[in-house]
């Protein structure tokens, strides 16, 4: 039997909250919008994406608070809730949002999404690895810019271990339906595990069906597998002013930052 998947949603002084996926799409749903739900009041936003590695190593928590202390969203992939990041996240983001991929022997490990505004929108997805039979997770959120418009944002860690690209395309498929549906801007971003040239193939398909562009970094110090990145961030319907990696030796991943103009 396939188990649910669900997101939990941590938010500080208040009970952890399991949501499973809406009924209907973004683009088919009619909701009040509570105030908290704009995540930013300028047209600057700024985006911290990393897979911090289970919190493995030393001093993650030190990137987590100096990289991305005034990000408006911070996309996490394998991001372990530990009482430590449970408690930075509800200290200093009004809401987590985190889809657990598997549970290790004390925590549950996943993408997580951070955000200075509550989503009016929370999509969570499971994709199970074929051969290590361990699952990845993605997660869909949206919140609305200070013009009205509705941003929909993509946090994903994609399949790693398979053979050929049939489950790394299956995985991308209810995210691009997510997206076609949606009009407005978009920001997908995370571990795209994307080592070989058939994926590279795959995700550059993807994002031109989307109509999604890649956002370019002029110093690339990205971590490399088979001399490719595996950190991607592609975005719509907005434009980057700024676009940095930082290097550090506190997970096998470098975070990236990205700052948006969503005026434009």
Not at 28 to 50: D, Q, T
Request: charge should be positive; proline fraction near 6%.
């Amino acid at each position: 039997m396939q188990k649910k998947t669900y997101a939990v949603r941590y938010v500080a002084g208040q009970p952890v909250e399991q949501i499973f996926p809406p009924s209907a799409m973004l683009h088919l749903r009619k909701a009040l919008l509570p105030k908290e739900s704009v995540i930013s009041n300028a047209n600057n936003l700024k985006v911290l994406i990393w897979n911090i590695f289970k919190q493995q190593r030393s001093d993650w928590m030190s990137v987590l608070q100096g990289f991305g202390k005034d990000a408006h969203l911070m996309l996490l992939q394998e991001a372990q809730t530990t009482p430590e990041l449970v408690h930075f996240a509800t200290s200093n983001y009004l809401t987590a949002d985190q889809v657990p991929a598997f549970v290790l022997p004390q925590h549950p490990s996943g993408v997580m999404t951070l955000a200075s505004a509550y989503p009016v929108y929370c999509y969570p997805l499971r994709e199970r690895e074929p051969l290590l039979r361990l699952a990845k997770s993605a997660l869909v959120t949206a919140y609305t810019l200070p013009t009205g418009a509705m941003l929909m944002v993509v946090n994903i860690h994609a399949i790693n271990f398979s053979l050929g690209i049939d489950v790394y395309s299956k995985q991308l498929g209810p995210i691009g339906e997510q997206i076609l549906h949606h009009k407005g801007p978009v920001i997908m971003a995370g571990d795209f595990n994307a080592w070989n040239r058939h994926r590279i193939h795959v995700l550059y398909r993807f994002m031109s069906e989307m109509a999604i562009k890649e956002v370019r970094f002029i110093h690339d110090h990205r971590r490399k597998m088979f001399g490719l990145p595996l950190d991607f961030v592609f975005y719509r319907d907005i434009s980057v002013n700024n676009a940095s990696v930082l290097v550090t030796q506190a997970s096998d991943h470098n975070p990236l930052l990205v700052e948006f103009n969503t005026a434009s």
